[in-house]
């Protein structure tokens, strides 16, 4: 008998608590490593996105050209939508005739809001991620402490007690333990990653912000718009 075989016949043999807490830490491993493979190809791909676009938008090209090529596209996420609601806001007010230091702040103020949620998308589930990490132990210590209980009380009537029968409610109640770490290392580690992954992203769209409000503080009185 191997040790996978072993640990399975254990913990089909546990009490009915104990089976329980590992079917939940069970469930709770596996949605978050499917929150996990989600979360990787979405930050992936939104590094790539930004990388592509900055390259972009700082190689000289028309700020006009590249809105409507965007506006057109559909972009709906990433440095992209802070563009197009900026550069959008900016021509509306512009073309009301609106004071340049409102036309500014407008502006502003329509990048700051798809900048927020850009990041509400990029943290979307990570708040599950953190929340598995931080209470699988104690979902796992709680299987830990009923298995121990039982294997206990199950010597009460026993005059002389051995460890051949304390052994079986001691091992299921470790596996609940183990169980309750396999399931939160990976949350853990993965919500750090995933949470510094979107800081740098978030510092990127700051500073994109900031200067291209600059950019646009000094074409306020030009002609750009976008065309077509």
């Known amino acids: 008998m191997n040790g ?39 930050l992936k791909e939104a590094r790539a996105a930004t990388d592509t676009f900055e390259k972009r938008f700082w190689s000289g090209g028309e700020i006009a050209s590249i809105y409507k090529e965007i506006s057109g596209s559909g972009a709906e996420s990433g ?9 959008g806001e900016f021509a509306r007010l512009r073309k009301q005739g609106d004071a340049q230091g409102m036309i500014i702040e407008g502006s502003r103020r329509a990048m700051r809001v798809a900048q927020i949620r850009e990041v509400d998308r990029l ?19 709680f299987g830990t402490v009923w298995g121990i209980m039982n294997a206990f009380h199950g010597l009460g009537n026993v005059q002389q007690a051995t460890i051949s029968m304390v052994a079986p409610g001691i091992s299921e109640a470790l596996i609940a333990t183990a169980m309750g770490l396999f ?7 993965a919500y750090n990653r995933f949470a510094n992954h979107v800081e740098r992203l978030e510092t990127r769209f700051d500073s994109f912000l900031d200067e291209f409000s600059t950019i646009l503080q000094r074409h306020v009185g030009s002609r750009v718009a976008p065309q077509g």
Not at 23 to 31: F, G
Not at 123 to 141: C, D, N, R, W
Not at 183 to 189: K, N, S, Y
């Open 4 to 42: 996978q075989e072993s640990f399975l016949e254990i913990a089909l043999h546990a009490s009915l608590v104990v089976k329980i807490v590992l079917l939940i830490l069970v469930a709770a491993s596996l949605a978050s490593w499917a929150v996990i493979f989600r979360k990787y190809r979405m």
């Open 79 to 87: 440095m992209e939508s802070i563009f197009e609601a900026g550069f």
């Open 123 to 141: 943290e979307e589930s990570l708040a599950f991620l953190a929340t598995v990490g931080s209470t699988s132990p104690y979902v796992g210590l």
């Open 183 to 189: 399931a939160a290392i990976p949350a853990v580690i």
